[in-house]
């Protein structure tokens, strides 16, 4: 439940060892690299060059690469599905394939074959194209290489539309023009017409000014119909060409998954050229600055053992730089830094939130689902995805534990898909179930709302206080008693006072009001005058008067967790309602059994995912919103090692 110790370093490497270095480094993810612009080095030092040389030539090479194994999907089963979307490998068969000399002949190959169906294709296009365009002339049985040689006729064959093409045929009869019509339909008038070479500027003139869109048949040797015969027999010999190159293909398929370890090997190969060049040096020696985990310096140290001529040193970090923060926490807190990673990590040196944040969050889950059957359904499922889950499983624990958590208020509140198991126990006699539920239910939220209104005003209550005192901590853990004291100590008591007058002024004596009203001037004055403790003391008294303003925010804060609340009784309302109309429809005859299971299961499956949604926004807004605010800032940069990083397998560590 702390932010990690960071120790910045610089890594000086003789250019022998550079790669190696990195690609060690790489396996273990034990550095933070910083980037050019960030090193201290480079701005300090102008005769440390960075060379930044791109690797274009393996960059092209993992494109194609890339190409070639979405080609090799069609080919192949992808041995991946939505909860394991990285095909599972081992330490041992990622390292043979990286080093399989011979797979790159087979990528090539690969390549080849996908290259020439691309050509192919692309060709088959091009001639369906023509063909589309000529089938629609095939009435015209003339050749085509034949028209031109007519010394006194001017051929035209086009398109018109529809529109035009009854005055354009008017015009034309005042010439010795001769129009055939091939095809029309409602976009064009096909038609191809003959006309006196002294008189073709004119017509062509009409025909221009009247949308005409002319055939270019001059490409073309013979008749359509020889040309659609040419142009289908050719079709047919692509496509038998296209098929032979995806019969080669078929042949590499089953190494797909070696192509796609090969891609993530040279991937993270790409990475480490593009570090070494982007880090600071001269003629003999690389530079390599960042972060470490100051408690894993000794796996630093243990590494570099191999190295001959690299070693590092401790630096101190420049004034005002952003140190990146890693956070560790015990087994039971763990899950949900999920959670606090929807918010952003906290700066250096700061709390880290997610032990506090932890149980108040599974329990407010729980208390805006209060149903014990839902909560039992989301543990079996959490079991499923935590099994089934490829990568990051925080969240599924996390979502875990706040099952639990609902499984308990849901017990509590009587919630077992709303009183449908409660009611079955009545029905059918069953005294055990019935007395069991009775035994475990505090109160009903639908019959008692004012208890659980209560319930979460002190819910409430406690996380600020909490938040306010975590708040109070952290200043004394920094050495700034004044803030702790006046800014979080002092509201924890003015608040308190306030609540007592406010709450129970009936349950204490008068003296003991009169102290308490002492203490809350004296509470008030002490926060107006000393909050703001820079500038003139007219900045001061109205900075404080701000400050103070803000007892209207702890009450919005405060009503805010009545939203705990609102949303059991919406949970608890809609399973009622569901159960209510399945009892109804069970009354109809023969397929009342049947209507009523259908209501139960999608009624009750759309209320526990709709409820479980809201618990989980309204959770996540009490702590960003109302419960972060009072001791935790965020913003800090997240630590991010340089490691290696896959996108097509998953490597597991488990195997060998």
Same mark, same amino acid.
């Given at each position: 439940?702390?932010?990690?110790?960071?120790?910045?370093?610089?890594?000086?490497?003789?250019?022998?060892?550079?790669?190696?270095?990195?690609?060690?480094?790489?396996?273990?993810?034990?550095?933070?690299?910083?980037?050019?612009?960030?090193?201290?080095?480079?701005?300090?030092?102008?005769?440390?060059?960075?060379?930044?040389?791109?690797?274009?030539?393996?960059?092209?090479?993992?494109?194609?690469?890339?190409?070639?194994?979405?080609?090799?999907?069609?080919?192949?089963?992808?041995?991946?599905?939505?909860?394991?979307?990285?095909?599972?490998?081992?330490?041992?068969?990622?390292?043979?394939?990286a080093?399989?000399?011979e797979?790159?002949?087979?990528?090539?190959?690969?390549?080849?074959?996908?290259?020439?169906?691309?050509?192919?294709?692309?060709?088959?296009?091009?001639?369906?194209?023509?063909?589309?365009d000529?089938?629609?002339?095939?009435?015209?049985?003339?050749?085509?290489?034949?028209?031109?040689?007519?010394?006194?006729?001017?051929?035209?064959?086009?398109?018109?539309?529809?529109?035009?093409?009854?005055?354009?045929?008017?015009?034309?009869?005042?010439?010795?023009?001769?129009?055939?019509?091939?095809?029309?339909?409602?976009?064009?008038?096909?038609?191809?017409a003959?006309?006196?070479?002294?008189?073709?500027?004119?017509?062509?003139?009409?025909?221009?000014?009247?949308?005409?869109?002319?055939?270019?048949?001059?490409?073309?040797?013979?008749?359509?119909?020889?040309?659609?015969?040419?142009?289908?027999?050719?079709r047919?010999?692509?496509?038998?060409?296209?098929?032979?190159?995806?019969?080669?293909?078929?042949?590499l398929?089953?190494?797909?998954?070696?192509?796609?370890?090969?891609?993530?090997?040279?991937?993270?190969?790409?990475?480490?050229?593009?570090?070494?060049?982007?880090?600071?040096?001269?003629?003999?020696?690389s530079?390599?600055e960042?972060?470490?985990?100051?408690?894993?310096?000794?796996?630093?140290?243990?590494m570099?053992?191999?190295?001959?001529?690299?070693?590092?040193?401790?630096?101190?970090?420049?004034?005002?730089?952003?140190?990146?923060?890693?956070?560790?926490?015990?087994?039971?807190?763990?899950?949900?830094?999920?959670?606090?990673?929807?918010?952003?990590?906290?700066?250096?040196?700061?709390?880290?939130?997610?032990?506090?944040?932890?149980?108040?969050?599974?329990?407010? $889950? *729980? @208390?805006?689902?209060?149903?014990?059957? /839902?909560?039992?359904?989301?543990?079996? +499922? %959490?079991?499923?995805?935590? &099994?089934?889950?490829?990568?990051?499983?925080?969240?599924?624990?996390?979502?875990?534990?706040?099952?639990?958590?609902?499984?308990?208020?849901?017990?509590?509140?009587?919630?077992?898909?709303?009183?449908?198991?409660?009611?079955?126990?009545?029905?059918?006699?069953?005294?055990?179930?019935?007395?069991?539920?009775?035994?475990?239910?505090?109160?009903?939220?639908?019959?008692?709302?004012m208890?659980?209104?209560?319930?979460?005003?002190?819910?409430?209550?406690?996380?600020?206080? $909490? *938040? @306010?005192?975590?708040?109070?901590?952290? /200043?004394?853990?920094?050495?700034?008693? +004044? %803030?702790?004291?006046?800014? &979080?100590?002092?509201?924890?008591?003015?608040?308190?006072?306030?609540?007592?007058?406010?709450?129970?002024?009936?349950?204490?004596?008068?003296?003991?009001?009169?102290?308490?009203?002492?203490?809350?001037?004296?509470?008030?004055?002490?926060?107006?005058?000393?909050?703001?403790?820079?500038?003139?003391?007219?900045?001061?008294?109205?900075?404080?008067?701000?400050?103070?303003?803000?007892?209207?925010?702890?009450?919005?804060?405060?009503?805010?967790?009545?939203?705990?609340?609102?949303? *059991?009784?919406?949970?608890?309302?809609?399973?009622?309602?569901?159960?209510?109309?399945?009892?109804?429809?069970?009354?109809?005859?023969?397929?009342?059994?049947?209507?009523?299971?259908?209501?139960?299961?999608?009624?009750?499956?759309?209320?526990?995912l709709?409820?479980?949604?809201?618990a989980?926004?309204?959770?996540?807004?009490l702590?960003?919103?109302?419960?972060?605010?009072?001791?935790?800032?965020?913003?800090?940069?997240?630590?991010?090692?340089?490691?290696?990083?896959?996108?097509?397998?998953?490597?597991?560590?488990?195997?060998?």
């Amino acid at each position: 439940m702390a932010v990690v110790d960071m120790t910045k370093i610089l890594i000086a490497s003789h250019k022998s060892e550079a790669d190696k270095l990195l690609a060690e480094l790489q396996e273990t993810g034990l550095l933070h690299l910083l980037s050019s612009k960030d090193s201290a080095v480079c701005r300090n030092y102008d005769q440390l060059a960075c060379r930044a040389e791109k690797p274009r030539k393996l960059e092209e090479k993992i494109s194609e690469l890339q190409k070639d194994i979405s080609f090799l999907e069609e080919f192949s089963e992808t041995p991946t599905s939505l909860m394991q979307p990285k095909v599972p490998v081992s330490r041992k068969q990622y390292r043979e394939v990286a080093e399989n000399s011979e797979l790159e002949e087979a990528a090539e190959k690969v390549n080849s074959a996908r290259k020439q169906i691309d050509k192919l294709r692309a060709e088959d296009y091009e001639l369906k194209l023509k063909y589309d365009d000529l089938v629609k002339w095939k009435d015209i049985d003339i050749p085509l290489d034949e028209l031109e040689k007519f010394e006194n006729v001017k051929f035209f064959i086009g398109t018109l539309p529809p529109r035009n093409f009854g005055t354009v045929q008017k015009q034309l009869e005042e010439y010795d023009v001769v129009l055939d019509v091939v095809c029309s339909d409602k976009k064009c008038v096909r038609f191809a017409a003959a006309a006196d070479k002294s008189q073709a500027a004119d017509v062509q003139k009409i025909l221009r000014a009247s949308e005409f869109e002319a055939f270019v048949h001059t490409d073309y040797r013979g008749t359509i119909a020889e040309n659609l015969e040419y142009i289908e027999q050719k079709r047919s010999t692509i496509s038998d060409r296209i098929k032979a190159e995806r019969r080669k293909a078929e042949d590499l398929a089953d190494k797909n998954t070696d192509f796609q370890i090969l891609h993530d090997y040279l991937r993270n190969k790409a990475d480490a050229m593009y570090a070494l060049s982007d880090a600071p040096g001269s003629d003999s020696v690389s530079f390599f600055e960042g972060w470490i985990k100051t408690n894993q310096l000794h796996c630093l140290d243990a590494m570099l053992e191999k190295f001959e001529s690299t070693g590092y040193t401790k630096i101190e970090p420049e004034e005002g730089e952003q140190v990146p923060v890693a956070i560790e926490n015990s087994k039971w807190a763990r899950p949900f830094e999920a959670i606090l990673g929807l918010y952003g990590s906290p700066q250096y040196k700061d709390v880290d939130p997610t032990a506090f944040m932890a149980p108040f969050f599974a329990v407010f $889950f *729980g @208390l805006c689902l209060t149903d014990a059957a /839902y909560g039992i359904i989301m543990i079996l +499922a %959490s079991i499923f995805f935590i &099994k089934k889950f490829q990568g990051d499983k925080k969240f599924f624990r996390a979502l875990a534990i706040c099952s639990v958590c609902t499984v308990v208020a849901g017990a509590m509140t009587g919630g077992w898909f709303g009183t449908l198991i409660y009611d079955f126990a009545v029905k059918n006699d069953v005294g055990w179930l019935s007395g069991a539920i009775d035994s475990m239910t505090w109160f009903d939220p639908l019959v008692e709302p004012m208890t659980f209104l209560y319930l979460s005003l002190a819910m409430g209550y406690i996380q600020l206080m $909490f *938040g @306010l005192g975590v708040g109070c901590w952290d /200043y004394l853990r920094k050495g700034d008693v +004044a %803030s702790a004291v006046i800014n &979080k100590l002092c509201w924890i008591l003015l608040l308190n006072a306030l609540i007592i007058m406010g709450g129970f002024s009936e349950a204490i004596s008068p003296a003991m009001g009169s102290v308490l009203k002492w203490i809350t001037i004296a509470l008030l004055a002490v926060i107006g005058l000393f909050s703001v403790r820079e500038g003139s003391w007219v900045v001061r008294i109205a900075g404080g008067l701000f400050e103070l303003f803000g007892l209207i925010f702890y009450l919005g804060d405060l009503l805010s967790y009545l939203r705990l609340m609102a949303l *059991g009784m919406a949970t608890a309302g809609v399973a009622m309602a569901v159960n209510i109309m399945a009892e109804t429809t069970s009354q109809t005859p023969l397929i009342g059994w049947l209507a009523t299971l259908l209501i139960l299961v999608i009624g009750h499956t759309f209320n526990l995912l709709q409820s479980g949604l809201g618990a989980f926004v309204h959770t996540l807004r009490l702590q960003f919103v109302e419960y972060f605010p009072k001791f935790f800032s965020g913003g800090g940069m997240e630590f991010s090692p340089f490691s290696r990083n896959t996108r097509y397998v998953h490597i597991e560590e488990y195997k060998n």
